[in-house]
Each structure stands twice: as structure tokens, then as C-alpha cells.
């Protein structure tokens, strides 16, 4: 059914990643950056322009658009959903795809930073993508495939069922997202608005993969307070709070329990922002693990070892303050097993063999299956995400897009 179809994902891909879309952790508003809104607006025009007439942006800038079923069976309501916004760790401004086509499996050195060179060493999954069309970034930005890869493929997915009415399905909701990199992606999210039954993110990693289970995780902030004085008369009297988070940091272990010296099913904590002065100094964690009950574990472990570096300075102060931000999504995919034997099947038509392994992180699909909307992961082909060698394989997105119409088919066979 697919021979005579001319794909649209690359092409839109190709114009998504030039609009500037990073979001912003220490933003207070939602969504964290009003360039967001940009990618938003522009998908509810294309979507209203293939038919979709309620396609629409919310005041949180959520896009919701449906697909309406075409067969008479009582098929659940499915969600596809993925998120606009790139990561802060590089910018996303002024992005210049590049397409570098029939890939030979030679060095692809990006041409606005030389220095850049994506080899088969460096990424190893290149080499099974030999022949394909890869796109990169041109070297000074990431490309934004992660995750305006899953937005074009929701958004062929669209254009297809529209123009194939000969496929059935029944009634599908599309949900785009913002702020999904700075963990805030469904913050804001009317589930009732949204009325689906069950989900898939379309969310990266390589072709054939299906994800069912990711990290837990909390977030950490570990406060020390000092004594300031000034510095021309301060003995006796000061205590460093930056000092003391020096130190603290200083004292984590070297060689495990950290995101460089850990894999697998390994979980960690990890430093990733410090902040302060001699009276006051901050440093902000991420807490992982995949079994949920570690998190406690790691916590206190951070607390006691935050005491202690307070004991060495009589006078110094430590609080320690622990926030839930997500959960293990299989802890609840496990009760709906249908919803991935559903997409394993379709991978399979589709003609891939099924990948299956943890995801060392998180996707909107973690929060929304504690949400009520068992949602696990479907590939997207996009790889080294969060980085000026972000690429991804136009032939991976085009069997994203065929897995997702035999994944809609399979809901009505079964219904």
C-alpha cells in the first residue's frame, strides 16, 4: 500500500528544525519560551489544511487535532503524540539542514564547523544505514530531529490515512507538545480534552525500536547555608557556603553512580547546575533509576553525605529538598499488554525486527501513562540527540510512518 505513496516526512522535517523552538529550564511561563509557538501555529495551518477542521492551539500551546474513524467496529480512541521543543544543551537557532544522500559510509564533516565529523566509530548505527538519505545539522546547532522527527511523521501518518480512506481505523488524536525537554511536557495537559484510550510517543532511537520502559526519576537540591563576613576581616567568621558545595561535589563518587560511568540498568545521580554565594550555595540534581524504590536509596544517600561535609564547618547549615518528576511508564504498561504486543506486531509487518531495550531517560509517555494513558515508544530513527552530530535516516522516519498505519490497522482488527 505504500509503493505509489510519495512520503512527505522529510520535507517536513526540513522545514520544522528552522524554526527555533529550544525551551528554557529556568523559565517561569508555560511554555518556557514563546518561540515555541511558532512550530505550533504552523502545524495547526497544515493540519487544517489536509482537512482536519479542529485542529486547533490551546492556551498552553498544546496542538490538538483528530482524525476521525471510518469504520463502524468500536475501536478505543488512540493518541500519537510528540514533542516541538529542542534541548537547551545547544542552541537550535538558525539551524541549516543538510541532506546527505545514498550515504557511502565515508566521514560526514559538517560544513559550518569542520571540527564536526560524524564517522561509523563515533556513531556505530551509521554503518547499518548505508545506502539511506542521512540528515544532519551543519555543524554550529543540533538539528531538532529530537523531536520534530516524531512531529513529521505524526503529521505523514495524517496525510495518509486522509488520502488512503480505504484504510480503516478508528478515531485517532494527535498531540503535539511543548517544554517536554525541561520536563514539563504534560504539565498543563487537559486529559479530558484530549479523550484518548491509549498513547505512543514517537520519540527516537533506531528503527524497529519499541520502548516500554524508562527511568524513574526525582529531582534534588542540596542547600548549604554559611556565614558570610567580609572578606578583609573574616577569620573566625566566615563559612564558604560555595566552599562547602565545592567540596560536597568534590566528595561524590569517581567511578560509578554518575551518568559517564554508568549503563544498562544502572541508575545515577547527577550534578548538573551549581549556583551561590559565601552565605548561600545551591546544587541541583537529577535522581535515576528504574526501579522506583532506588530513588529513596540515592536520596538519602546525597542527604548523608551532604551532612557531613556541613559537620567539617560548625555553623553551617544543609537542607535537602526531593521533588517527584516522573515514573517508570512499564509499571503501568505492564496492566495493558495489548498496547505493546499491538505495536511489536506492527513493527513486524512493517518489516523490522523489533528492538527492545530500557530508555535511559524519559518521554512525555512516562507522565501521561501515570496520567491515565498507557503510552509507551516508537522509533523515529533520530540518534546523538542533544548534540551538534544529531542526525537521522529519511528511510527510518518513512518506516515510522508505515509502522504507525499498520499499528491503526491492527487497533481495528482487533476491536
Not at 568534590?250 to 545515577?268: C, I, N, Q, W, Y
Not at 496520567?371 to 544529531?390: K, Q, Y
Amino acid at each position: 500500500m505504500f509503493n505509489n505513496y510519495r512520503f512527505s516526512v522529510a520535507e517536513r522535517l526540513l522545514r520544522y528544525v528552522q524554526i527555533d523552538t529550544q525551551s528554557d529550564p529556568y523559565s517561569e511561563s508555560f511554555p518556557s519560551t514563546a518561540k515555541q509557538l511558532d512550530l505550533s501555529r504552523l502545524l495547526v495551518k497544515e493540519l487544517m489544511d489536509m482537512g482536519i477542521s479542529d485542529a486547533g492551539l490551546d492556551e498552553h500551546g498544546y496542538v490538538f487535532a483528530t482524525i476521525p474513524g471510518n469504520t463502524d467496529k468500536d475501536v478505543p480512541v488512540i493518541c500519537f503524540c510528540s514533542h516541538m521543543d529542542t534541548a537547551p544543551d545547544v542552541s537550535g537557532t538558525g539551524v541549516k539542514p543538510i541532506v546527505h544522500s545514498n550515504y557511502d559510509g565515508s566521514p560526514i564533516i559538517l560544513p559550518d564547523d569542520p571540527s564536526q565529523v560524524l564517522t561509523i566509530e563515533l556513531h556505530p548505527y551509521l554503518k547499518e544505514k548505508i545506502g539511506d538519505d542521512i540528515i544532519t545539522a551543519s555543524g554550529t546547532t543540533l538539528l531538532g530531529a529530537d523531536d520534530k522527527a516524531g512531529v513529521a511523521i505524526i503529521m505523514d501518518l495524517a496525510h495518509f490515512l486522509l488520502t488512503h480512506p480505504d484504510i480503516k481505523h478508528g478515531r485517532i488524536r494527535i498531540l503535539f507538545t511543548p517544554d517536554e525537554e525541561v520536563g514539563r511536557g504534560v504539565e498543563k495537559l487537559d486529559m479530558e480534552k484530549l479523550g484518548a484510550d491509549y498513547g505512543y510517543t514517537l520519540d527516537g532511537s533506531e528503527a524497529g525500536s519499541f520502548e516500554d520502559e524508562t527511568f524513574s526519576a526525582d529531582g534534588c537540591i542540596v542547600t548549604f547555608e554559611g556565614v558570610s563576613a567580609h572578606p578583609g576581616t573574616a577569620k573566625g567568621k566566615m563559612i564558604n557556603a560555595v566552599k562547602l558545595a565545592a567540596a560536597f561535589v568534590d566528595a561524590l563518587p569517581k567511578g560509578a553512580f554518575s551518568p559517564e560511568t554508568t549503563e544498562g540498568r544502572e541508575g545515577f545521580v547527577h550534578p548538573l547546575h551549581i549556583s551561590g554565594s559565601a552565605e548561600q550555595a545551591k546544587v541541583e540534581f537529577i535522581i535515576r533509576d528504574f526501579e522506583t524504590q532506588k530513588l529513596n536509596d540515592h536520596a538519602a544517600f546525597l542527604k548523608q553525605l551532604a551532612q557531613e561535609i556541613a559537620d567539617e564547618y560548625p555553623g553551617a547549615k544543609v537542607s535537602v529538598d526531593v521533588k517527584q518528576q516522573y515514573r517508570n511508564m512499564k509499571e503501568v504498561l505492564d496492566l495493558h499488554p495489548k498496547v505493546g504486543a499491538y505495536a511489536k506486531e506492527a513493527i513486524h509487518r512493517a518489516g523490522l525486527t523489533i528492538r527492545q531495550h530500557p530508555v535511559r531517560g524519559g518521554t512525555d509517555g512516562s507522565r501521561l501513562s501515570f496520567m491515565g494513558l498507557p503510552c509507551p515508544n516508537i522509533f523515529t530513527g533520530e540518534m546523538a540527540l542533544h548534540s551538534r552530530h544529531e542526525f537521522v535516516s529519511v528511510q527510518d522516519m518513512q518506516k515510522s510512518v508505515e509502522t504507525l498505519v499498520h499499528l491503526v490497522q491492527i487497533w481495528e482488527e482487533n476491536a
